[in-house]
């Protein structure tokens, strides 16, 4: 069963994933130690586990977990650097960008001037998104001037310097839904749309979107295994938007995703799938 492996699961808010993780490698007859980040410190010397999976949802929480355990010679999934690329969102499109994969037009604004300046080059309807942030916090739908005005007034009184940077990324008119799909190593386990709730033009599940079954065919594995190798993940989800002309986006990367919504969708056992990666890869 286990093998003798000793997997950690790194987090800072337990949530439901968390516990069918640990509940999937308790019947693998895996070995499993549960790190609380707000209650343990973490040591540059090795813990006794082969693998280190961080779960952490604070980004932060994540790469500076992640890079601690790399640095007392521990494998952590996902990596630090894969952690940060897939939790910056102008890092992710940078990677994409650099590997031909097919996103959003996009241009960042640092500060208030040239937010506009990047409004002006994206045109309107538009969305604007700080770099960091997940659960479609803080992304607005910019229809007019007026609008993105008030946003960045808003956005400058935040203490948080990455907070004035402004993602102005062209509206995707899509068809009331996006797709999300989840790559476990090299393989993409299935795919979900997410469909809009009434009222809210964001998919998001944890915001009501409401999750469906959707037909994994083989451009979507293919964008999805790219997205996923050009940020170094290994467990992922990568939100898509499907184009008129049958052709895809990638919009966001997620290197912790929950998957709840998932499992309600396509019935795969997650949990499972990811221990058992762990347990094949822990000692290479």
């Not at 640990?22 to 090795?46: M, Y």
């Not at 952590?76 to 959003?104: C, E, F, W, Y």
């Not at 409004?119 to 479609?136: C, F, H, N, Q, T």
Request: a neutral charge.
């Amino acid at each position: 069963m286990g093998n003798g492996v000793k997997i950690e699961i790194i987090y800072d808010n337990p949530r439901l994933e968390e516990k069918l993780l640990l509940k999937a490698a308790r019947i693998s007859g895996v070995d499993v130690l549960l790190t609380n980040v707000k209650q343990h410190p973490l040591r540059f010397e090795p813990p006794d586990v082969d693998v280190s999976l961080v779960r952490c949802v604070s980004m932060y929480n994540a790469v500076h977990s992640a890079a601690v355990r790399e640095g007392a010679g521990v494998r952590a999934v996902n990596s630090s650097q894969s952690k940060l690329n897939a939790g910056d969102k102008i890092l992710t499109l940078s990677h994409m960008k650099r590997r031909g994969i097919p996103t959003p037009r996009t241009a960042v604004g640092l500060d208030s001037e040239s937010a506009h300046k990047a409004l002006e080059y994206i045109g309107l309807p538009a969305v604007d998104k700080p770099p960091i942030g997940s659960w479609g916090r803080l992304i607005a739908l910019i229809k007019d001037l007026s609008s993105f005005n008030t946003i960045i007034e808003h956005r400058d009184m935040i203490a948080n310097k990455l907070m004035k940077t402004h993602v102005i990324q062209e509206y995707i008119d899509i068809p009331n839904r996006d797709i999300r799909t989840l790559v476990v190593g090299d393989e993409v386990l299935a795919a979900m749309f997410r469909y809009r709730r009434d009222g809210d033009w964001r998919t998001n599940v944890a915001r009501g979107g409401v999750p469906v079954m959707a037909y994994l065919n083989e451009e979507l594995k293919e964008i999805s295994l790219k997205a996923a190798e050009a940020i170094g993940g290994e467990i992922l989800s990568v939100d898509v938007f499907e184009m008129g002309d049958g052709t895809y986006l990638v919009n966001e990367i997620n290197g912790c995703p929950e998957f709840k919504g998932f499992i309600q969708a396509t019935g795969v056992d997650v949990a499972s799938k990811i221990i058992n990666y762990l347990l094949k890869t822990a000692r290479g």
